[in-house]
């Protein structure tokens, strides 16, 4: 079972890591990490560099795609080289997925058009401009397209597309192995449950870090 998460310049960690930990432990799961050219990776924070051992054309037809998101996804929504890999992918593809933004790559590659979709909360107002119908769950089902809100919910996506392939005992056993016990210190995780200045405050600082790697 191929899983494909593709990889690209200002993607966001956790959005590729935190499914890669609950898929990589499937039986008979192979992760591929892959981008248009294989290599380094810088990710959004430019602290950390991940590896893609693969080019996108080495993996035409993966059974998985997860797709993560990232302050990247926004150069990359008129990438036709990608868009195309993930329109391919999708034909094939057991399941297709995204994490945080990534969902605006695949509403991007026209694959949302119409559906319910979820991303991080900041950017549910071009979700809906590529065509989707943005929702506030943190994972949401339609058909074999899932999409899985901001960061964290990735791994929330992951153990629930690993009890629809290999079972709930499998999931569940993987979710032990991981020590996934979520106990947040504050209940501040959501748009609908954050003070309004916190909301205020994290769209000020998302708004420089866009612009500060604009004119990088």
Same mark, same amino acid.
């Given at each position: 079972?191929?899983?494909?998460?593709?990889?690209?310049?200002?993607?966001?960690?956790?959005?590729?890591?935190?499914?890669?930990?609950?898929?990589?432990?499937?039986?008979?799961?192979?992760?591929?990490?892959?981008?248009?050219?294989?290599?380094?990776?810088?990710?959004?924070?430019?602290?950390?560099?991940?590896?893609?051992?693969?080019?996108?054309?080495?993996?035409?037809?993966?059974?998985?795609?997860?797709?993560?998101?990232?302050?990247?996804?926004?150069?990359?929504?008129?990438?036709?080289?990608?868009?195309?890999?993930?329109?391919?992918?999708?034909?094939?593809?057991?399941?297709?997925?995204?994490?945080?933004?990534?969902?605006?790559?695949?509403? =991007? &590659? $026209?694959?949302?058009? *119409?559906? %319910?979709?979820?991303?991080?909360?900041? @950017? /549910?107002?071009?979700?809906?401009?590529?065509?989707?119908?943005?929702?506030?769950?943190?994972?949401?089902?339609?058909?074999?397209?899932?999409? =899985? &809100? $901001?960061?964290?919910? *990735?791994? %929330?996506?992951?153990?629930?597309?690993? @009890? /629809?392939?290999?079972?709930?005992?499998?999931?569940?056993?993987?979710?032990?192995?991981?020590?996934?016990?979520?106990?947040?210190?504050?209940?501040?995780?959501?748009?609908?449950?954050?003070?309004?200045?916190?909301?205020?405050?994290?769209?000020?600082?998302?708004?420089?870090?866009?612009?500060?790697?604009?004119?990088?």
């Amino acid at each position: 079972m191929d899983i494909a998460i593709p990889l690209y310049d200002r993607m966001t960690a956790l959005d590729a890591i935190g499914p890669y930990e609950v898929l990589s432990r499937l039986p008979g799961a192979r992760v591929r990490f892959v981008a248009k050219t294989p290599g380094g990776i810088t990710t959004d924070n430019k602290m950390l560099t991940l590896i893609a051992d693969e080019a996108l054309d080495d993996v035409p037809h993966p059974d998985i795609i997860v797709v993560p998101g990232g302050l990247g996804t926004r150069d990359l929504l008129h990438d036709e080289p990608l868009l195309n890999w993930i329109r391919t992918a999708h034909e094939t593809s057991t399941w297709t997925t995204s994490v945080c933004t990534g969902a605006l790559l695949l509403a =991007a &590659a $026209g694959l949302l058009d *119409g559906l %319910d979709a979820t991303t991080h909360w900041i @950017a /549910r107002d071009l979700l809906a401009e590529l065509g989707a119908n943005p929702v506030a769950q943190r994972v949401v089902v339609q058909g074999k397209i899932v999409t =899985a &809100a $901001g960061v964290s919910a *990735g791994i %929330d996506m992951a153990l629930m597309l690993a @009890a /629809r392939v290999r079972g709930p005992q499998v999931a569940q056993a993987i979710q032990l192995g991981i020590e996934y016990d979520p106990q947040p210190p504050f209940d501040t995780g959501a748009l609908e449950k954050a003070p309004p200045e916190l909301v205020t405050l994290l769209r000020g600082l998302a708004d420089l870090e866009e612009a500060s790697a604009t004119h990088a």
